[in-house]
């Protein structure tokens, strides 16, 4: 008995470790690959040394906060618009069959169409405000989730549509008890592809035209041959991104507590 | 006709019932009624027409001819109260336990102090309270059809409709379902009728039997099953009613 328990949190902590131990890994290798290629990629020193530069002599005149903040801010605002008529458009497209004819068609069309290469047209029509930026993003966003929250909706059990007609329920009402719940597992997984679709969107845009960003921080450090900088901004992105993928996770889960248990 | 129906007024008129599919015909012409309180069960051969019959009184299918009738009025879904069990699980998974039963309550609007006093009553007289915050998937398939039961017993229905809702369960398990059903049949006084195809639990359930024919089918006979409770499947008795209607829905 106690062997087999021993056994057990032995394997618990073995499962526990295995991704601090890949961390670790990755970190090794870097160090080993800048030790050898000093020229192609600077080490976690040189990078720690540029983050407390990047503080001490902002770039641009913009903290690191500051240039993440610049390109969050732009993320959140096409999200929060995404989100918004992404999922109503979904769920119309989903739901009803003159919508899904007209529209559906129309999003498989311009489904494989990469964000970034829209653009070109974007700053061609708008410029290179903070618009254009923010509608670069928007389209990166708003296209996956239409078509997740549209498969969702339409993947509804027929039974459970039955039970909300057999207690009289209106197509309203069947349709905000019965058919939402049921996608919103798909439309989280929308959610989640929108997010990581902005970052990479919003990047490509700063690349290309922007004075504040993380993107604009790595094309700066990119013309100007400082990798340091340029892995400063990219570890910035990552720690980012997985600080939004752990909030989507606790949201999924007090969205959907079902599929948590 | 039944002894046991004397003091009961007529809840649900079946007048005429007919239905055809082009020229199929597959239920021919069934009239009967059914008493308030009344637990009856419909048996018939396999393919008899059973489904759509049902069908035909949940309004899912429109009856070609006649009509079913709810204390005198046509059946209406907006206005009366038909409550259907599925024989397929049919708990919504991403309601708690107090929720799906509270479900159709909420469909109809009802105040919510008197929502909340029907959902503790259903899961007391289940045994549920202590799962009343747990999710259908953290339950048993049982657990889940008990779930699905209570909600229909929750709406206080004009009418209960019961398709085989154990078919797919061990017999161990069916009986105990049975057991509550009857149960909350008792404390609430609801009509049931129970589409069924196994003829031992028919006779353990119903007070009234009513055994259709071969397609297309009408009704053969009606027998009421004046056993007291609880039923046991070993008396001679019961083991008689059984065989009986074993023989009615031969059609070998």
């Known amino acids: 008995m106690d062997v087999q328990k021993k056994k057990t949190s032995l394997q618990l902590i073995l499962w526990w470790s295995l991704p601090v131990l890949a961390v670790g890994l990755v970190i090794v290798a870097w160090v080993l690959f800048s030790a050898n290629n000093p020229r192609l990629m600077p080490g976690p020193m040189a990078v720690i040394q540029r983050l407390i530069k990047v503080f001490e002599k902002p770039i641009a005149k913009t903290s690191l906060f500051g240039h993440a903040w610049a390109s969050l801010k732009r993320v959140l605002t096409a999200l929060l618009l995404a989100w918004t008529i992404g999922i109503a458009l979904g769920i119309l497209i989903g739901w009803n069959r003159a919508c899904k004819a007209i529209l559906g068609s129309i999003f498989e069309l311009i489904r494989p169409i990469p964000p970034i290469a829209w653009i070109p047209i974007v700053i061609m029509w708008f410029g290179i405000g903070e618009f254009p930026k923010v509608l670069i993003v928007f389209i990166g966003t708003f296209v996956p989730l239409v078509i997740n929250t549209a498969a969702g909706i339409s993947m509804v059990d027929k039974i459970n549509v039955d039970v909300g007609k057999m207690f009289g329920g209106n197509n309203w009402q069947i349709l905000r008890s019965i058919v939402i719940p049921t996608a919103l597992p798909s439309i989280f997984a929308g959610i989640r592809t929108s997010v990581s679709s902005g970052w990479t969107t919003v990047l490509a845009a700063e690349m290309i035209a922007a004075q504040k960003g993380l993107g604009a921080l790595v094309t700066r450090g990119w013309q100007g041959s400082d990798m340091a900088l340029v892995l400063v901004a990219v570890i910035t992105i990552a720690i980012i991104g997985s600080l939004l993928a752990i909030f989507l996770s606790v949201l999924e889960k007090v969205v959907c507590p079902w599929k948590s248990n | ?252």
């Open chain 2, 1 to 252: 006709m039944a002894e046991i129906n004397k003091d009961r007024p007529v809840k649900i008129s079946v007048q005429n019932l007919t239905k055809r599919f082009g020229d199929l015909l597959v239920l021919d012409n069934m009239t009967f009624d059914i008493h308030e309180n009344e637990f009856v069960c419909v048996v018939g051969p396999t393919g008899c027409g059973k489904t759509t019959f049902l069908n035909c009184l949940t309004r899912i299918y429109h009856p070609t001819e006649g009509d079913l009738l709810i204390d005198g009025t046509p059946a209406d879904p907006a206005k009366h109260n038909i409550s259907f069990v599925f024989q397929e699980p049919s708990a919504l998974p991403w309601l708690t336990v107090e929720e799906n039963i509270a479900y159709g309550l909420k469909i109809k609007k009802l105040p919510k102090d008197q929502i909340e006093q029907r959902v503790n009553q259903i899961l007391d007289l289940m045994g549920l309270q202590t799962f009343r915050k747990s999710y259908p998937g953290e339950l048993s398939v049982s657990a889940e059809q008990r779930i699905i039961i209570g909600r229909s017993f929750a709406m206080q229905p004009d009418l209960l409709l019961m398709d085989e809702p154990y078919g797919q369960m061990d017999v161990k398990v069916r009986f105990y379902l049975e057991d509550e059903v009857i149960r909350l049949w008792k404390e609430l006084g609801s009509t049931i009728i129970f589409i069924i195809h196994n003829i031992e639990e028919a006779v353990y359930l119903a007070e009234r039997i009513i055994i259709l024919s071969n397609k297309p089918a009408n009704i053969k006979e009606e027998l009421i099953i004046d056993l007291p409770r609880p039923r046991n499947i070993a008396d001679p008795k019961f083991i008689e009613y059984r065989n009986y209607i074993t023989d009615k829905i031969k059609w070998w």
